[in-house]
């Protein structure tokens, strides 16, 4: 609300701003030096779509109809994003895989576009281009893209195209909700970054609704699990804790629930005591209870049991580097991208790998 406070007396002097310099809380950028988008909102019909750009701080505007030809930024518009936007994009995706030979995973971005690109192209996830070159392997992004960091758009847009690159070449890419989606989406905004106000105040949307329904990365996160069991690991953003198994819940439910409901208020979501579970509190964006001093492994071990796997990685819960916990049994996967600096990527084959930020791979 805080941030909605500011942007409201800000609208008041749009046309101020747009002729006035303007100094943000990152830096010195100038309101001449900003770029964003694109933003892509549905059309009149279902061939068109409302491109939107924000160049040198000026909104332009383009009318797209094909869906698999790229869009081409207008001239002058710094290195934004040129997505093609892929017709499957919404394909629900199942909630179980076997036999997946290679699996890399991460988490909280947190809009640290620089620090992701490299890391994914230091260990050939990704090539100079920031096309996909992991072939029929598995990627999981287990959430927190949103919020804190300043290059959003650049992170989502990637995403959004390796999805469609890996589905073609065989393989997978797992992109699970965290806290920080669910958050953004029901419009929670206290830790968007301050660039974005402008965003929002030049296409006259409130910033949750930049990707509302109407929207085609909206469309797309919507459509996206929030929890998937590849071979013998569970992935997840926060953690499973007990109450999941007392309350006997399946993920294929549970998920459902997600893309059902991520759209209600906080007080809505509150008088549902599932729906309160899930979001809130220890449900599975939250969790942190496996980073307690005296978590209980017995509770552990009944988890794993009940949902047949050898481990859960989660995010959630940041660390210095990909860190096992209870022999492995639990691995931590946030290793602080969101501080901007470096980080770390898992990896599973026959074994556990700590994929470092200089390229490395170290045993777990």
């Known amino acids: 609300m805080f941030i909605l406070s500011r942007l409201l007396r800000r609208c008041a002097l749009l046309g101020a701003v747009i002729s006035t310099p303007l100094a943000f809380a990152a830096g010195s950028q100038s309101i001449d030096e900003f770029y964003d988008g694109p933003y892509i909102f549905d059309g009149s019909d279902s061939t068109q779509h409302q491109v939107n750009w924000i160049c040198n701080g000026k909104l332009k505007q383009q009318v797209h109809t094909q869906l698999n030809a790229q869009i081409q930024r207008p001239h002058n518009c710094g290195q934004l994003p040129q997505p093609s936007l892929n017709p499957d994009a919404t394909q629900l995706s199942a909630d179980s895989y076997s036999g997946i030979k290679q699996i890399v995973a991460l988490s909280d971005v947190h809009g640290q576009f620089d620090v992701l690109v490299t890391l994914l192209q230091r260990h050939n996830i ?5 096309n ?5 392997g598995h990627m ?14 650049e992170v989502l847009w990637l995403m959004y195209k390796l999805d469609a690159q890996a589905t073609a070449a065989g393989g997978k890419l797992h992109l699970l909700m965290g806290n920080h989606e669910q958050m953004v989406l029901r419009g929670d905004l206290r830790y968007i970054h301050p660039r974005y106000e402008l965003s929002s105040q030049l296409l006259e949307r409130p910033y949750d609704q930049l990707y509302g329904r109407d929207t085609e990365i909206g469309q797309w996160l919507r459509s996206k699990n929030t929890l998937v069991k590849i071979n013998d690991t569970l992935f997840l953003h926060g953690g499973i804790d007990i109450e999941w198994v007392n309350r006997k819940l399946a993920l294929d439910k549970v998920n459902q629930l997600y893309r059902t409901n991520v759209d209600k208020t906080k007080a809505e979501l509150k008088q549902d005591p599932l729906l309160s579970y899930l979001f809130f509190g220890n449900g599975p964006t939250w969790f942190r209870g496996y980073f307690d001093e005296d978590y209980s492994q017995q509770e552990l071990e009944r988890i794993l049991a009940y949902f047949e796997v050898s481990r859960v990685a989660v995010g959630h819960t940041s660390q210095d580097r990909v860190l096992g916990r209870f022999n492995n049994k639990v691995i931590a996967i946030d290793s602080s991208i969101k501080k901007g600096k470096s980080g770390e990527l898992l990896f599973i084959d026959q074994q556990l790998w700590r ?5 490395e791979k170290l045993s777990l």
Request: proline share 0%; net charge negative; hydrophobic share 35%.
């Open 126 to 130: 990704i090539d100079a281009q920031q």
């Open 132 to 136: 996909w070159t992991f072939g029929d």
């Open 140 to 153: 999981v992004m287990t959430g927190d893209m949103f919020d804190r960091g300043h290059q959003i758009n």
């Open 355 to 359: 994929g470092t930020f200089t390229g």
